[in-house]
């Protein structure tokens, strides 16, 4: 098969690679939320001096609900003690991402870009003639292997492999992955036992989300861009964890480094120190 579906066969261990000009992303599978403790109701935050890269900017505020944190080359943390008041896990974090995408508007405009073309493609492909050129056919018990010119059909037991020119779209378990590599653009969307990982990545924009199965609330989000925004922003994201009902402990990202490393592990750990793993 063609080369593209080298790197997009490797996100199958939930490792998503875009390379070349524009971007690189990686996700890393949500850990087995059962192996881990329940997770604490939090009625005030613990707000270290430091964490690790982080130092804290004056006292809590809000009543012990929120805490600012400077990070290293102009980046900021704040930790969240939210209340959900009738509200969905998933509303309050809409919230959060919304603030935070308002920051980057040039990475979101190019993932938007990336959704329309995907939608206008498989729109103009439902009535697609199949390409002249050379074909091939192998059909075995649980076997299928099309082929015409440059395009080809593989099927195998829990696994579906759809090559279009330089696109490509892979189905295994319970994962689908559509990238091409003239557009520099990787979708990825799967869940596997109750988790769920979500990957959009188009030329220097990438936009990963991952959420753990369950009553109880894990999950975090992250949207980079190789261009700086005006106020020079280039990966903005969320870690939230809390218990089935709330509240909820979120460590917003602001930083002008697209490596999440170092800033995003001491932001989870804030989270963790206050509401468990």
Same mark, same amino acid.
């Given at each position: ?24 992303? +990686? +996700? ?6 059962? !192996?881990? %403790? ?21 006292? @809590? ?33 809409? !919230? ?5 995408? @308002?920051?980057?508007?040039? !990475? ?27 074909? !091939?056919?192998?059909? @075995? ?64 924009? @990438?936009?990963?989300?991952? +959420? ?33 009902? %709330? ?31």
């Amino acid at each position: 098969m063609r080369p593209l579906l080298i790197p997009a066969l490797c996100t199958l261990a939930l490792v998503a690679a875009c390379d070349g000009d524009a971007v690189r992303i +990686s +996700s890393t599978h949500t850990e087995n939320s059962d !192996a881990k %403790g329940a997770l604490k109701v939090v009625r005030t935050l613990q707000c270290p001096q430091t964490m690790g890269s982080l130092t804290r900017k004056g006292t @809590a505020s809000a009543e012990g609900t929120v805490c600012t944190y400077a990070g290293p080359r102009g980046a900021e943390v704040s930790l969240h003690l939210v209340k959900l008041n009738g509200a969905t896990p998933a509303e309050a974090l809409k !919230a959060f991402e919304d603030r935070l995408s @308002a920051v980057m508007p040039q !990475a979101v405009a190019q993932l938007r870009s990336a959704a329309d073309t995907e939608a206008d493609r498989e729109a103009a492909a439902v009535d697609a003639a199949a390409p002249a050129g050379d074909r !091939a056919s192998v059909q @075995a018990p649980g076997v299928d292997i099309q082929a015409a010119g440059d395009d080809a059909t593989v099927r195998l037991p829990g696994l579906r492999i759809e090559s279009k020119g330089d696109e490509a779209s892979v189905r295994i378990g319970g994962f689908h992955i559509d990238a091409s590599d003239g557009e520099s653009r990787v979708n990825i969307e799967g869940s596997e036992g109750g988790d769920n990982v979500s990957v959009q990545a188009n030329q220097d924009a @990438a936009e990963i989300r991952t +959420s753990a199965g369950g009553g109880a609330t894990r999950a975090n989000w992250i949207l980079t861009d190789n261009r700086p925004s005006d106020a020079g922003w280039r990966l903005v994201g969320y870690e939230a964890r809390g218990p089935a009902g %709330g509240p909820i402990v979120v460590a917003t990202v602001r930083a002008r480094d697209r490596e999440r490393g170092r800033v995003f592990e001491d932001a989870k750990d804030l989270v963790a120190l206050n509401v468990g793993e």
